[in-house]
C-alpha cells in the first residue's frame, strides 16, 4: 500500500491526545448519605485514583477516534501498489567445459533448462535479457517479455572457447541501466570454469550465480604445437600440455596421430591439479598432427587436439639495421626463413614478407609484415618519450603467442625505449611501467613491436632473445607469411576488380557479417573471427579478378595474393584457399 501524501498521517498523532483528556476528565456521581463525616480527609485520594482509571466506554470517544482517523487517511489518500517491474539478466556460460556430461544432457543443457524455468516463473509485465558468454559476450535477446527470451534460446550451442565472464557481467549492467523502470538482477548459469572477473564493485546491479556440474575430474588437452627444429637440428617436433583438473592422480594412454595413422603410443602419469609437458618426434612431410587421449572423461571435446603442419616454403625477410649481428644471428637460426641484411643509408623502402627495422623508422612504413626493434624517436606515428635505465619487467600477458616459453618475469633491462602505445597496438609486456613488448594492425599488416635495443640491454645475453624473435617471426607469418592464422589473430585478403561486397559466416552458429573493403583495397578479418580450430580448416574463397563463367581461367592464391599455381576449367567466379578459421569468407563479384 502506498499513500499520496504521507504527511497527512501525522494527524493519528491526535488519537492519543483524546484518550488522555478521557482519562483526566472527573466523572462524579451523586450519592445521598445520613453523614458525611466518615467521609472527611478521603476525597482528594478517591478523586484522583478515580481520575487515572481506564476511560469507560464512550459513544463520544469511539465517534471521535474514528473522525480522526478517517481525516488522517483521507488526507494521506491510502492506494494499493502493483508489483515492481522485474528485469532478469540470464548469462549462459557456453565455454567448452559446459559440454561437459556429468548431467543430463551436457552442462550446457541443463543451464538452458534452468533458464527456461526462471523465465516461465516471470510475470507478463517482466522483461528478461539473455546474453550468450562464449569468448565474447553475444546478446541474444535484450530487454524482451519472457515469452521472446524463451525463443532466443532454440538450437543455442556451447562453443570450444573460453567465457568472457567480466565482460558479460558489464554488458549486462548496460543493458540494466538502459531500462531503469525495472529492477534487475543477473543470473549466471555455469560451471565456475571461468577465469578470474576481477573487481566488480562498478557493476551496480545483485548478481546470483547458479552452479552446474557435479564432477571435476577432467584431462584436457589444452596446447598443441608443432614446431621446425633449427637447421643444424631438422625435422619436426610436437610439443603438447596435459593438465589434470581432478584432484587424484591420473594414468592415461596418450596417442599420437600422423595424418591419422598412429605414430607413438605413450603412458603418462599426471599428478593431481597439475600438469605434465610431452614432446614427439614428426616425421617430415606430415601435414596434419593429433593428440589423442584413449580413456575419454566427462569432458570429450578437450580430450583431442589437431594442428595442420605447414607445408615447406621459403620465406624472405629483410633486416635493416647499423648493427645486425645479434638479429641476424636469432633471424638465421630460423628455419626457411632468407634473411638479406641492409643498412639504413641503402634501404630503399622495399617490402618484403617480412621487414625488420632495428633502431629505424623510414618516414612510410614498407610494406609487409613488420617487427620494429628499439625505434627510434621522431615519428608521429610511433612517438618515443624517451628512455627508462635498470627497469625489471613487470606485467606479462604469458598467454600470449609472443611470450611462448619465454619467461621474462626475472629479466631486468638495462635500458628499454618508453613509449606512447599507438591505439592500433596491444601491449603484450611491460617493464618499468612502459610497453615492452607491442603488436597490433596497422592498414591491414601485422607489427610486432620490441621496445628495446637487444644489445644496449642486455637482453642479447639470454635465451629469451633468440624465442622472442621465433616467436614474432612465427606470429607475424599468421598474417601474409602463411595461409593459416593462430587463434584470435586478425589478417587481411586484397580485394580484386569487380567486387561489390564481401562477408563472413561463422559455423559456429550461422551468424553473417558484411566486412569493410573496397576494389583494390583489402578486406580485414578482425582478431575475434579467429578459432581455436585444431580439428578444423575452413575455406575461403578470393575472386580471381572478377572472372566467372564456365571455362574461366582461374588462378589460386594464397590469401595474400601471390600466385602458386594455375589451373584451367575451374568453374565458378571464387577460388578456394584454406585458412584456420571458424568460418568462411566470400568476396561477391560485381
Request: proline fraction near 8%.
Amino acid at each position: 500500500m502506498t499513500f499520496a501524501q504521507p504527511a497527512g498521517l501525522w494527524l493519528l498523532g491526535l488519537i492519543p491526545i483524546l484518550v488522555l483528556i478521557h482519562l483526566l476528565r472527573s466523572n462524579p456521581r451523586r450519592q445521598v448519605v445520613p453523614s458525611a463525616f466518615l467521609w472527611r480527609g478521603l476525597d482528594r485520594e478517591v478523586t484522583a485514583a478515580r481520575r487515572w482509571r481506564p476511560p469507560r466506554p464512550s459513544l463520544l470517544l469511539l465517534l471521535q477516534l474514528l473522525a480522526v482517523t478517517a481525516v488522517a487517511l483521507g488526507i494521506a489518500s491510502p492506494g494499493l501498489m502493483a508489483p515492481p517491474r522485474v528485469h532478469v539478466m540470464v548469462l549462459l556460460d557456453a565455454s567448452a567445459s559446459m559440454m561437459a556430461t556429468d548431467v543430463s544432457p551436457s552442462r550446457f543443457g541443463e543451464a538452458v533448462r534452468q533458464a527456461r524455468e526462471l523465465l516461465a516463473d516471470l510475470g507478463p509485465q517482466d522483461h528478461a535479457t539473455i546474453i550468450r558468454v562464449g569468448p565474447s559476450p553475444r546478446v541474444l535477446a535484450a530487454n524482451v517479455d519472457p515469452r521472446a527470451a524463451q525463443a532466443s534460446l532454440t538450437d543455442l550451442q556451447a562453443g570450444a572457447g573460453p567465457a568472457a565472464m567480466r565482460e558479460a557481467l558489464f554488458v549486462a549492467s548496460s543493458l540494466a541501466n538502459d531500462a531503469q523502470d525495472s529492477v534487475p538482477e543477473a543470473v549466471v548459469l555455469t560451471d565456475g570454469a571461468f577465469g578470474d572477473p576481477g573487481d566488480l564493485a562498478g557493476l551496480g546491479i545483485p548478481v546470483r550465480f547458479l552452479t552446474i556440474g557435479r564432477s571435476s575430474e577432467n584431462v584436457a588437452v589444452t596446447d598443441l604445437n608443432v614446431m621446425r627444429q633449427p637447421r643444424s637440428a631438422g625435422g619436426l617436433e610436437a610439443f603438447a600440455r596435459l593438465v589434470n583438473y581432478a584432484n587424484r592422480p591420473v594414468r592415461l594412454p596418450v596417442r599420437l596421430l600422423v595424418d591419422g595413422i598412429v605414430q607413438e603410443n605413450r603412458e603418462v602419469d599426471i599428478p593431481p591439479r597439475s600438469r605434465a609437458e610431452l614432446s614427439f618426434a614428426v616425421p617430415t612431410g606430415a601435414r596434419r598432427v593429433a593428440i589423442v587421449l584413449a580413456d575419454q572423461d566427462l569432458l570429450a571435446a578437450d580430450d583431442q587436439a589437431e594442428v595442420a603442419v605447414e607445408a615447406e616454403h621459403a620465406r624472405k625477410a629483410i633486416l635493416v639495421s647499423r648493427l645486425p649481428e645479434v638479429l641476424e644471428r636469432a633471424l638465421k637460426a630460423i628455419p626457411d626463413l632468407t634473411v638479406e641484411t641492409v643498412s639504413p643509408e641503402s634501404y630503399t623502402g622495399g617490402g618484403a614478407e617480412l621487414v625488420v627495422l632495428d633502431a629505424v623508422l623510414p618516414e612510410r612504413l614498407p610494406r609487409g609484415q613488420l617487427l620494429i626493434v628499439n625505434p627510434p624517436s621522431g615519428r608521429d606515428y610511433l612517438p618515443v618519450m624517451g628512455d627508462l635505465r635498470s627497469v625489471q619487467v613487470s606485467e606479462l600477458d604469458t598467454r600470449h603467442p609472443l611470450l611462448q616459453a619465454v619467461d621474462l618475469s626475472a629479466a631486468r633491462l638495462n635500458r628499454v625505449t618508453a613509449l606512447q602505445p599507438p591505439p592500433w597496438a596491444r601491449v603484450v609486456a611491460e617493464a618499468g611501467g612502459s610497453p615492452l613488448v607491442l603488436e597490433g594492425q596497422e592498414s591491414g599488416r601485422a607489427v610486432v613491436i620490441f621496445a628495446f635495443d637487444p644489445s644496449g640491454s642486455g637482453i642479447d645475453k639470454m635465451i629469451a632473445l633468440p624465442l622472442l624473435v621465433s616467436n614474432a617471426v612465427a606470429f607475424l607469418g599468421g598474417g601474409e607469411l602463411s595461409p593459416s592464422l593462430a587463434p584470435g589473430r586478425g589478417s587481411s585478403v586484397p580485394v580484386g576488380p569487380g567486387v561489390r561486397e564481401s562477408q563472413t559466416s561463422r559455423r559456429v552458429d550461422g551468424h553473417r557479417s558484411r566486412l569493410p573493403g573496397e576494389t583494390g583495397s583489402q578486406v580485414c578479418l578482425p582478431s575475434s573471427y579467429g578459432q581455436r580450430c585444431w580439428r578444423s580448416a575452413w575455406s575461403c574463397w578470393v575472386p580471381n579478378g572478377g572472372a566467372s563463367g564456365a571455362e574461366a581461367e582461374q588462378t589460386k592464391m594464397n590469401h595474400q595474393g601471390t600466385k602458386t599455381q594455375r589451373s584451367k576449367g575451374e568453374r565458378g567466379p571464387f577460388i578456394r584457399v584454406s585458412w584456420c578459421l571458424g568460418g568462411e569468407l566470400r568476396l561477391a563479384n560485381g
